[in-house]
C-alpha cells in the first residue's frame, strides 16, 4: 500500500438537538489538527466523543474514511465535504478502507492499527449533515470506513505514509461485514472466520446463520 494520512481529525464539543448523546453533545463535528496527535488505547489525545455507549473504546479507538469516498458524497450532494466531516479521526488518500481485511494491521508514524470493524451509521450523522435520509443513502453505498484498535500507542500527523505491516489470510474485509449485516445476508457465514471482529458482531451473525436455517 502505498497511501498516506491526509488528514488527522479531532472532534470539537458540538450541542445540537439530533446529537445522540443525552447531554445533548457529539462529537462527530471533527477538524484538522496542526500538528502531529498522540494516539492512545482509547483514541487520539483532545478528541471528544459524546455517546461513548456507542463510539470509542478499544474496538473503536480510531476511525478512518477514504478522501475519494469523501469526494464521492460532495459530488453526490453537490456540496464541499471537508477532512472530519464524516467524524472520522484520520481521512486517508490512496488506501482501500473498504477492501481492508479485518485484523490486518498499519504502521502509520510511530502507531500500530488494526482494522477492527466497518462504522454503522446513526442519526447523529444524518442530524449533522442534515440529510434525513442519510442512514439509507450510507448504506446502500456501502463504502463505510473503517474502526480500528491500537496495537502500538505513539504519534500520527498528516501526511504519515500507510503501510500495511501484517494482513490475516481469511480476506474477510470491512466491506464484506458490513454488506453482510444490513444487505446481503448470504455473506455471513463469512463472518465467523474473521477471528479480529469483536466478539459481539460474530455472536450476531452466529444468531442470524443459526435463524436462517
Same mark, same amino acid.
Given at each position: 500500500m502505498t497511501g498516506r494520512v491526509a488528514s488527522v481529525n479531532l472532534g470539537i464539543v458540538t450541542e445540537a438537538e439530533w446529537a445522540g448523546d443525552a447531554s445533548g453533545r457529539s462529537g462527530i463535528d471533527k477538524r484538522p489538527a496542526s500538528g502531529p496527535v498522540r494516539v492512545g488505547a482509547e483514541g487520539l489525545a483532545g478528541d471528544f466523543i459524546g455517546e461513548r455507549a456507542h463510539h470509542g473504546g478499544p474496538? &473503536? =479507538? #480510531?476511525y478512518a474514511y477514504a478522501e475519494e469516498d469523501a469526494a464521492w458524497w460532495a459530488g453526490e450532494l453537490g456540496r464541499q465535504i471537508g477532512p472530519g466531516a464524516f467524524g472520522e479521526n484520520l481521512t486517508t488518500w =490512496? #488506501? @482501500? #478502507? +473498504?477492501g481492508a481485511v479485518i485484523g490486518e494491521q498499519w504502521a502509520i508514524g510511530t502507531v500500530v492499527l488494526q482494522v477492527t470493524m466497518p462504522r454503522t451509521p446513526c442519526t447523529t450523522f444524518a %442530524?449533522?449533515? %442534515?440529510? /434525513? @435520509?442519510?442512514? &439509507?443513502?450510507? +448504506? #446502500?453505498?456501502?463504502? /463505510? %470506513?473503517?474502526?480500528l484498535r491500537v496495537l502500538r500507542e505513539g504519534e500520527i500527523g498528516a501526511g504519515d505514509p500507510v503501510e500495511v505491516v501484517d494482513r490475516p489470510a481469511h480476506g474477510v474485509t470491512i466491506g464484506e461485514v458490513f454488506r453482510a449485516l444490513n444487505l446481503e445476508p448470504e455473506l455471513l457465514p463469512r463472518l465467523l472466520d474473521a477471528h479480529d471482529l469483536p466478539e459481539w458482531i460474530?455472536? &450476531? =451473525?452466529? $444468531? $442470524?446463520v443459526a435463524a436462517a436455517g
Open positions: 474496538d &473503536k =479507538a #480510531v =490512496a #488506501v @482501500d #478502507v +473498504t %442530524g449533522f449533515w %442534515g440529510v /434525513p @435520509d442519510l442512514i &439509507k443513502r450510507f +448504506t #446502500v453505498r456501502a463504502r /463505510p %470506513g473503517a474502526y460474530r455472536d &450476531k =451473525a452466529r $444468531r $442470524r
